[in-house]
C-alpha cells in the first residue's frame, strides 16, 4: 500500500470529467476554484492543504450537486466547513505506513477490488480485532490512513463512494471494542457521502447483538447502509466474483500479506 497524498496533478478520470463541461459549467467550476484556492492558499504548504480539501474530484462532486448554480455550489462548500476545517487542522494524508505497521501487520483491513461500478471495496476482517491486543492511538491513525488510501482510489476511478464487505464470521465479544467504535462513527462524519454499502458476509448471533448495541450512536443513514446478507451470493450481485477473495465465496486467491498493502 503506497503513502497516501496530497493530489498535486489531476487524474485522467478527472481530465475526462472536465472536457465532458460546456462553457458555462466549466466557467462556474474555475470561478469556485479560484475563490477558494484564494481563501485557504497563501503559502505552498496551505495551497497544498487546500488542495487535500478541495481537488478537482471533489469540486465537481460539489458542482454536480447543485447544478453548476455558483452561489449554490458555493453554499454547499460553506456547510462541509467542518469538515474542511477539520482536514486543515488533522492533516490525516501525513500519516505514514509506519505510524501503523502493526495494525498493518493483523491484515484486519485493506483495499481489494472493485464493485460493479468501478466502486472500490475495503474489506474488514472483524475477528481480526483483539480489543485485548490492540494500540487505541494507532488504530485510529490506521483507521484514517486507511481512509485516506480509499479517496485516492476514488480519485483514480472517478467515482464518488466505495464499499465495504465486512467479514463477521468468528466475531466473538473479545471483538467489540465500542469506546473504539464511537470514535470511528465521529471519524466517519469527516469522509461524509462517501460510503456507498456495507455488506456483512456471516453474521453471527454475537455480532446481531452488538449491532443492536451501536446502533444509537450511529448515524441513521449510515446504519441503512449496513446490509446482512443472509445468502453470500447475494454479495455478486453487486460485485464480480473475479474481485472478491475466495475465502468469501469468490475467485480471486491473492495472498494477503501486510507487506503489500
Avoid at 503506497?2 to 466549466?26: C, G, H, I, M, W
Avoid at 483507521?143 to 463477521?168: F, H, P, Q, S
Avoid at 455480532?207 to 448495541?213: E, N
Avoid at 445468502?231 to 503489500?260: A, C, K, M, W
Wanted: hydrophobic share 35%.
Amino acid at each position: 500500500m503506497t503513502e497516501p497524498t496530497v493530489p498535486t496533478s489531476r487524474t485522467d478520470a478527472e481530465e475526462q470529467k472536465l472536457k465532458l463541461l460546456n462553457e458555462e459549467q466549466r466557467s462556474v467550476f474555475e470561478k469556485i476554484s479560484q475563490e477558494y484556492a484564494d481563501r485557504y492558499g497563501r503559502s505552498d504548504e496551505e495551497i497544498q492543504d487546500w488542495q487535500l480539501c478541495l481537488n478537482v474530484h471533489c469540486l465537481l462532486k460539489f458542482c454536480t450537486a447543485r447544478n453548476f448554480v455558483y452561489e449554490d455550489v458555493k453554499s454547499l462548500i460553506d456547510d462541509w466547513s467542518v469538515q474542511i476545517q477539520w482536514r486543515l487542522s488533522a492533516k490525516p494524508h501525513l500519516i505514514t505506513r509506519s505510524q501503523v505497521e502493526n495494525e498493518l501487520d493483523t491484515t484486519k483491513a485493506f483495499w481489494h477490488g472493485f464493485d460493479k461500478e468501478g466502486r472500490p471495496i475495503a474489506v474488514i476482517r472483524a475477528h481480526k480485532h483483539v480489543v485485548a491486543d490492540r494500540d487505541y492511538d494507532e488504530c485510529v491513525l490506521f483507521a484514517l490512513y486507511t481512509a485516506e488510501k480509499g479517496l485516492n482510489l476514488m480519485r483514480e476511478k472517478g467515482v464518488e463512494r466505495y464499499n465495504i464487505v465486512y467479514d463477521a464470521g468468528q466475531f466473538g465479544y473479545k471483538n467489540f471494542d465500542l469506546a473504539l467504535s464511537k470514535d470511528m462513527f465521529k471519524l466517519m462524519s469527516y469522509y461524509a457521502e462517501t460510503l456507498n454499502n456495507v455488506y456483512v458476509l456471516n453474521a453471527n448471533w454475537v455480532y446481531r447483538t452488538i449491532l443492536k448495541i451501536v446502533k444509537p450512536f450511529m448515524d441513521p443513514v449510515t446504519f441503512s447502509k449496513i446490509k446482512l446478507l443472509e445468502d453470500p451470493n447475494n454479495l455478486f450481485d453487486y460485485v464480480s466474483r473475479d474481485q472478491i477473495l475466495v475465502e468469501h465465496g469468490g475467485n480471486d486467491t491473492s495472498d494477503i500479506q501486510s507487506s503489500n498493502l
